[in-house]
């Protein structure tokens, strides 16, 4: 048996050293953040107490076809219905990795678990800012979604999360969706699924 635990960024909470390294001792400032950090508690100590092989794989904002929640999801729902208002600045900085590129980092963590329960992040080492997600992606839309911000930050929401992934790749990973790609591929999927 092995144990793979598909954690979070969220345990970093505000760490403002960029790109965000696993050596950071974890600091989560949301209840979601804490919940992953103890769950990770819990895996290593399952790890040691019982020799079961364990790997945790922090993951910074997972997106692509399918997904029914989160940015992506609320930006198609709001450049199809023509109100491209979205909540915070636009300028958090997040690491986007497509669920493709998550699947293989998560098998790697299978293959290279242990009992001292290796943490790798999952992301693909680059920033890009809300406002220039959501911006590619209405454009995708219609040239004349422009989004808006709130500029009200939301409580326990870090400003920065980039990944620091030499750890994933010295198991042989690297990110193969371009976001630019990734994102077209989401806004073909939700086109189709919703017919819009």
Not at 13 to 24: D, F, K, M, W
Not at 109 to 129: F, I, K, L, R, S
Not at 152 to 160: A, L, R, W, Y
Request: aromatic share 12%; with cysteine.
């Amino acid at each position: 048996m092995r144990i793979v635990y598909p954690s979070s960024a969220a345990v970093y909470g505000a760490a403002t050293v960029l790109p965000l390294s696993e050596a950071i001792p974890p600091n989560p400032i949301s209840p979601y953040g804490l919940h992953k950090r103890i769950v990770e508690d819990l895996c290593g100590y399952y790890s040691a107490r019982w020799n079961v092989p364990a790997a945790l794989v922090r993951f910074f904002s997972l997106y692509g076809e399918g997904l029914r929640k989160q940015l992506l999801w609320d930006a198609c729902n709001k450049a199809r219905d023509g109100a491209f208002t979205f909540f915070g600045t636009g300028n958090e900085l997040r690491d986007w990795l497509h669920v493709s590129d998550a699947a293989e980092l998560f098998l790697l963590a299978a293959e290279n678990a242990g009992v001292h329960c290796p943490v790798v992040n999952g992301g693909t080492g680059t920033g890009h800012t809300v406002r220039d997600i959501v911006t590619q992606t209405g454009l995708l839309w219609s040239p004349q979604a422009v989004p808006e911000f709130s500029k009200i930050s939301k409580p326990g929401d870090p400003c920065h999360l980039v990944a620091n992934i030499r750890n994933a790749q010295s198991w042989g990973f690297t990110p193969k969706v371009e976001l630019a790609s990734g994102l077209a591929a989401y806004v073909r999927w939700f086109r189709k699924e919703f017919h819009s």
